[in-house]
């Protein structure tokens, strides 16, 4: 659809000059979400260098351990705040933006869960994808750590006993999961289904005249937020 909604590149940057942002993003310490504000943190915290943020390289031979934190967005007001009306005509805002700006309120929405990612690259180019017990290299979701509810989210710790055992290189990453919200297209095709669960039609949410104006295709799902991967190889003692 023409109207559906973007998404968002986050950083952990130093600063908010030109510097430190694109410091942070050859760092890799950036993360993506799909389209709301939300707060994700992923560290491994027993690194050669102590901390390190999501995007880093690092060799260890011990059980990796990881802290990982997320906060929602900020549940919207309707309209938009003062300063924009004192700076555009009622008749600019509609044509912009529908009279809706960012108008962020005090409340947050919530983190029901954040799940962690876990790869096993291969360690040669003809090692299978698939495993012997019929899993994947790309275990997702390979740890899921539910969240009680709070303004405050979430946040955790946990560690791989698998890293040292197997003796070869990981890949992790952590996906925030928020609490369902009404969305454009988040029931994407909107499908329906007959009486057996199979697909008898779909209803997409066009940008012509096929989708009647008064239609606003919001469905109710859950925004997200992935961190960039944290890259553990294995060093032998």
Not at 29 to 55: A, C, H, P
Not at 71 to 95: I, N, W
Not at 153 to 172: K, L, T, W
Request: glycine residues 8%; hydrophobic residues 35%.
């Amino acid at each position: 659809s023409f109207f559906y909604t973007g998404g968002l590149v986050a950083i952990h940057a130093n600063g908010r000059d030109r510097d430190s942002i694109w410091t942070a993003l050859n760092k890799k310490q950036v993360y993506g979400t799909s389209g709301e504000r939300i707060l994700l943190w992923f560290d491994l915290l027993n690194s050669d260098r102590g901390k390190v943020s999501m995007g880093s390289e690092v060799a260890l031979s011990d059980t990796p351990r990881f802290r990982v934190a997320a906060v929602g967005a900020f549940k919207q007001k309707p309209g938009c705040p003062d300063y924009v009306h004192d700076s555009l005509t009622s008749e600019r805002m509609e044509s912009l933006c529908g009279g809706e700006c960012y108008h962020p309120g005090d409340e947050r929405k919530l983190i029901t869960r954040i799940e962690i990612i876990r790869i096993r690259p291969q360690m040669i180019r003809d090692e299978p994808m698939l495993l012997a017990d019929g899993g994947s290299r790309i275990e997702d979701v390979w740890k899921t750590l539910n969240c009680e509810p709070s303004q405050q989210g979430c946040s955790f710790e946990f560690d791989d006993p698998d890293f040292d055992v197997q003796a070869r290189d990981f890949i992790y990453y952590a996906r925030a999961v928020q609490e369902p919200s009404p969305l454009i297209n988040g029931a994407n095709l909107r499908t329906e289904y007959g009486k057996n669960g199979e697909a008898i039609s779909v209803n997409p949410c066009y940008s012509d005249n096929r989708t009647d104006k008064s239609d606003n295709c919001l469905a109710a799902a859950e925004s997200r937020a992935w961190s960039s991967p944290i890259f553990v190889n294995y060093k032998a003692q």
